[in-house]
């Protein structure tokens, strides 16, 4: 192994560094892909970050799901017309419809940013 090599192979030229150098660069000074890096969390169980993190990441498929209980529901609550479903089914209408429109509000912002990128 001569001295210079590294581990990975042999040492870039000086041009190739000034190249690495610049998309580096480059890359640093887009906020959004920062942001994005420095929360990406490591571990063995994919579960482990906050509860807010979790349901912000999970937005889309928790608001599928409770469109398909709620759908469930409906059919239920008309089927028995017992006021026990009835209520079930309202109070969870509501939260699937703030689950929706948390989900079109960050789908908005993001689109925003991304034209004023």
Do not use: Y
Not at 12 to 31: C, F, P, T, V, Y
């Amino acid at each position: 192994m001569s001295a210079r090599d590294t581990m990975d192979g042999p040492e870039l030229s000086k041009q190739e560094r000034m190249i690495l150098n610049d998309i580096e660069g480059d890359l640093r000074a887009d906020r959004r892909l920062d942001r994005r890096l420095r929360t990406l969390r490591r571990g063995i169980r994919p579960w482990t970050g906050s509860w807010r993190s979790a349901l912000t990441h999970r937005l889309g498929l928790c608001t599928c799901l409770l469109a398909i209980a709620s759908t469930a529901l409906f059919v239920r609550a008309v089927a028995t017309a017992a006021p026990v479903v009835l209520w079930l089914f309202a109070g969870l209408w509501v939260l699937t419809a703030t689950c929706l429109l948390l989900l079109l509000c960050r789908w908005g912002r993001d689109r925003f940013s991304a034209r004023s990128s």
